[in-house]
């Protein structure tokens, strides 16, 4: 459990109110940026206003069973623009609404939706989440966010989650119960190379032996080791692009 530290008055330390700030500072600027856009977008596109940051508002659906969230808890991170200015914060993905929430604080209540821009990279950890639209082959356009794994010159790896909404069901006799309507997350995965389109792939080294091209080096990496993980396919491409740095 993280705990404050206080001065002899009983206040939160100079460290911690700075922090809060600089936090502060940067929700102020992406609200002036939402109010000076705001208007313009609203005009051309009205549905478009409604996907600025704003506080979500507690969910009171109880009859679905399972979870939207990609993430269960919210993560730590960081919030980067285009600009290079960066923010510390928490996240998480609503897999049914394709929002990123987020939060400035582990503990803190309130949680809220950041602007649907481009501008904005939402990095966890192993992933980002990034707002695009992706040519797939044999699947079109996968718009939306998608998590990130590797993007550069060489190699693109994405992943874009999706839910399964099973409906409510009545009891079939009367000694029978109602089943409730249940959801469940899943995602796709998608690879590509700088010369050719993104390809739906599964988690399997046969599907990455047949756009890898093939080498005596690449021929024992996947003789060794096997891909049953996002985790397995990162380490793949590092070890791809050494052959090719």
Same mark, same amino acid.
């Given at each position: 459990?993280?705990?404050?530290?206080?001065?002899?008055?009983?206040?939160?330390?100079?460290?911690?109110?700075?922090?809060?700030?600089?936090?502060?500072?940067?929700?102020?600027?992406i609200?002036?940026?939402?109010?000076?856009?705001?208007?313009?977008?609203?005009?051309?596109d009205?549905?478009?206003?409604?996907?600025?940051?704003?506080l979500?508002?507690?969910?009171?659906e109880?009859?679905?069973?399972?979870?939207?969230?990609y993430?269960?808890?919210?993560?730590?991170?960081?919030?980067?623009?285009?600009?290079?200015?960066k923010?510390?914060?928490?996240?998480?993905?609503?897999?049914?609404?394709?929002?990123?929430?987020?939060?400035?604080?582990p503990?803190?209540?309130?949680t809220?939706?950041?602007?649907?821009?481009?501008?904005?990279?939402?990095?966890?950890?192993?992933?980002?989440?990034? #707002?695009?639209?992706?040519?797939?082959?044999?699947?079109? $356009? %996968?718009? +939306?966010?998608?998590? /990130?794994?590797?993007q550069?010159? !060489?190699?693109t790896?994405?992943?874009?989650?999706?839910?399964?909404?099973?409906q409510a069901?009545?009891?079939?006799?009367?000694?029978?119960?109602?089943?409730?309507?249940? #959801?469940?997350?899943?995602?796709?995965?998608?690879?590509g $190379? %700088?010369? +050719?389109k993104?390809q /739906?792939?599964?988690?399997?080294? !046969?599907?990455?032996?047949?756009?890898?091209?093939?080498?005596?080096?690449?021929?024992?990496?996947?003789?060794d080791?096997?891909?049953?993980?996002?985790?397995?396919v990162?380490?793949?491409i590092?070890?791809?692009?050494?052959?090719?740095?």
């Amino acid at each position: 459990m993280k705990i404050q530290k206080f001065n002899v008055n009983g206040m939160i330390s100079d460290n911690r109110l700075k922090k809060t700030d600089i936090m502060t500072k940067f929700l102020i600027s992406i609200f002036l940026t939402i109010l000076s856009t705001t208007s313009f977008i609203a005009q051309n596109d009205p549905l478009e206003a409604i996907n600025f940051a704003m506080l979500i508002q507690k969910d009171t659906e109880k009859e679905i069973v399972g979870s939207p969230y990609y993430e269960q808890t919210f993560i730590p991170g960081i919030i980067n623009e285009v600009d290079g200015k960066k923010q510390e914060a928490y996240f998480r993905y609503n897999v049914k609404d394709d929002q990123v929430e987020v939060k400035f604080s582990p503990n803190q209540e309130e949680t809220y939706l950041l602007p649907r821009y481009q501008k904005y990279i939402y990095q966890l950890k192993d992933y980002s989440y990034v #707002l695009g639209s992706f040519n797939v082959e044999n699947v079109g $356009l %996968v718009k +939306g966010f998608v998590i /990130e794994y590797v993007q550069n010159d !060489k190699v693109t790896f994405i992943g874009k989650p999706f839910v399964n909404l099973i409906q409510a069901q009545a009891a079939k006799t009367g000694y029978g119960n109602a089943t409730p309507a249940s #959801l469940n997350v899943g995602i796709n995965y998608y690879f590509g $190379l %700088v010369d +050719g389109k993104l390809q /739906e792939v599964k988690l399997k080294e !046969k599907e990455f032996r047949n756009i890898v091209p093939s080498s005596k080096e690449m021929k024992k990496y996947f003789e060794d080791n096997k891909i049953e993980s996002s985790k397995d396919v990162m380490k793949m491409i590092k070890f791809y692009e050494t052959l090719n740095s």
